[in-house]
């Protein structure tokens, strides 16, 4: 917020202006004017004038009236955090829901009286102010998560060249392993935080290229089948005999696979199965399922789940998942035009789908 509140006042009468000034002037505030909507439009897109806390919008005016402006403003990014207060002669019920409908914060009704233009002022100001408080909060965590993450992978890599380096002068490489292991998969969760700040901020390009997805699967598929074996898991991969071409981020769609097939294995029992499975549909899109035997996602969950630090042990108490690796794999096919939803195996288990 600056220094001084602004207050920027919309009316099409130089009288009702004349007037909020007066009644404000003493308050502390910065006022701005606007003869209309458009001139309101103009202000808000100047560089040069400082962003407005309040917006006291008059709705009886010509061109374009208070509540086209308030929807307008409401829809977008740049604006929708501003209270706006509807200053209007119009008392009916069906006025006052327009108003709502239009995202309008507050009502001030003609005639009104100074002290409640004042309070009402205030009402918003305060709102205005936790909201400018809680936006710093949070890019100040965004800022030190980011930070954080940062400065953890250098000694990540440390700790993976040392493996390699250690591995030929041990004669039991099992604890070594282990390290290495557990490791590798912060390194992945640290990239996968990455590319979540990355998409956030908007600043993720996307690298095309025409992919074969069945190599990618047999990639995905011997990767993970030692794991699988050593956990006694069935890796069954289902692919058509003609292989699918799609244009997609050849690192990112893998790491979209990677993710899915390693949370299927990590949620399935001894002794069973998990279908990597890959088809197309009638319309030529083309369709990954990755189906487990596991405990399962809850009807209640299966929306969230793909929210970021949702946590999806799902009823396995030995095994505790934090949510950041389906955020991901979310992001990454909404990136790239497509769908990801999660149904329920039969007779238990999931079936995670992507369609492209």
């Given at each position: 917020m600056n220094e001084l509140p602004v207050v920027l006042i919309v009316d099409d009468e130089p009288s009702a202006r004349q007037t909020m000034e007066m009644l404000l002037m003493r308050e502390g505030y910065q006022l701005s004017f606007a003869a209309d909507a458009y001139e309101a439009l103009a202000h808000l897109d100047d560089e040069d004038e400082a962003a407005p806390d309040v917006i006291l919008l008059d709705v009886m005016m010509p061109g374009m009236d208070g509540f086209v402006l308030c929807q307008r403003l409401k829809q977008n990014p740049h604006y929708q955090h501003i209270p706006i207060i509807l200053v209007t002669a119009l008392d009916s019920k069906q006025d006052l829901a327009r108003g709502l409908d239009a995202g309008a914060d507050d009502f001030l009704h003609k005639p009104y009286h100074g002290l409640e233009l004042r309070a009402r002022v205030r009402s918003m100001l305060r709102i205005k102010k936790?909201?400018?408080a809680l936006q710093v909060a949070l890019q100040l965590r965004q800022d030190l998560a980011n930070m954080i993450v940062h400065d953890i992978r250098s000694p990540l890599s440390s700790i993976l060249i040392n493996c390699d380096l250690l591995e030929p002068q041990l004669a039991d490489t099992e604890n070594l392993e282990m390290i290495r292991s557990e490791?590798?998969?912060?390194s992945a969760f640290l990239t996968d935080m990455l590319m979540l700040a990355k998409m956030e901020d908007g600043r993720l390009i996307l690298?095309?290229?025409n992919v074969n997805v069945n190599n990618t699967a047999v990639s995905v598929?011997?990767?993970f089948s030692p794991e699988a074996h050593l956990k006694n898991i069935q890796f069954v991969l289902d692919l058509p005999p003609q292989a699918p071409v799609v244009s997609v981020d050849a690192s990112?769609?893998?790491?979209?696979?990677?993710?899915?097939?390693s949370n299927a294995i990590k949620f399935s029992p001894t002794n069973g199965v998990v279908t990597l499975r890959v088809s197309t549909e009638a319309d030529d899109r083309l369709k990954i399922e990755v189906t487990d035997e596991g405990p399962g996602i809850p009807a209640e969950l299966r929306e969230t789940i793909f929210d970021k630090y949702e946590i999806i042990s799902a009823g396995r108490r030995d095994v505790k998942q934090v949510g950041l690796g389906l955020a991901f794999c979310k992001m990454v096919v909404d990136a790239h035009n497509g769908r990801i939803f999660v149904t329920p195996n039969q007779p238990k288990g999931s079936v995670f789908t992507v369609i492209l």
């Open positions: 936790r909201h400018d490791a590798s998969r912060l690298s095309r290229s598929y011997d990767s990112l769609w893998r790491r979209v696979l990677d993710n899915l097939v």
